[in-house]
T-cell receptor
């Protein structure tokens, strides 16, 4: 069975500082990993994904994520946080096996303080 | 390309009534998934449709049903509404139903049951 954990309900960071939102996963096969962001009263927006290859993937709005197979982690990072990055962030996993649906983590609320 | 659209955006219903929500996927996307989002339970997978057939179903009672039309548009229906059905219902479409294809989400339908 697939599962995703986001160990922090809330992350606070000062504007201009680097940010990290953590995600760990569990799948039976090779994972496809995704990050989404949700702003208030909006649907989820796709940020980036890991399929295979380079462990560091770059996405929208200056975000990047690092895949670590040994630690089964896929942490989201940004070198310099903006107040406008404040939102709810979801990590999701899909097993490479046929017919598996997406499984989303519980979400991490990021607050960037001016 | 137009994004995923959902109608209506807001809905207020009374306990015991039924409701139908509509989703139009991105043009060319044939996989449509539905999710329920609540503060307590997070994002929960309802079901997925592909080529007018339900391919996956989450752990929801039979009061929740859906269908997909030949143009890939999808509807979900909730009968005999309960207070606990109050939630944001999100529709997501994807180019393919397997592999590393990300899902694109609509803005959601906010359902309030009184």
């Amino acid at each position: 069975a697939q599962s995703v954990a986001q160990p922090e309900d809330q992350v606070n960071v000062a504007e201009g500082n680097p940010l990290t939102v953590k995600c760990t996963y569990s799948v039976s096969g090779n994972p496809y990993l995704f990050w989404y962001v949700q702003y208030p009263n909006r649907g989820l927006q796709f940020l980036l994904k890991y399929i295979t290859g380079d462990n560091l993937v770059k996405g929208s709005y200056g975000f990047e994520a690092e895949f670590n197979k040994s630690q089964t982690s896929f942490h989201l990072k940004k070198p310099s946080a903006l107040v406008s990055d404040s939102a709810l962030y979801f990590c999701a996993v899909r097993d490479e096996n046929y017919g598996q649906n997406f499984v989303f983590g519980p979400g991490t609320r990021l607050s960037v303080l001016p | 390309k137009a994004g995923v659209t959902q109608t209506p955006r807001y809905l207020i219903k009374t306990r015991g009534q039924q409701v139908t929500l509509s989703c139009s996927p991105i043009s060319g996307h044939r996989s449509v998934s539905w999710y329920q989002q609540t503060p307590g339970q997070g994002l929960q997978f309802l079901f997925e449709y592909f080529s007018e057939t339900q391919r996956n179903k989450g752990n929801f009672p039979g009061r929740f049903s859906g269908r997909q039309f030949s143009n890939s548009r999808s509807e979900m229906n909730v009968s005999t509404l309960e207070l606990g059905d109050s939630a944001l219902y999100l529709c997501a479409s994807s180019l393919r139903r397997t592999g590393a294809y990300e899902q694109y989400f609509g803005p959601g339908t906010r359902l309030t049951v009184t």
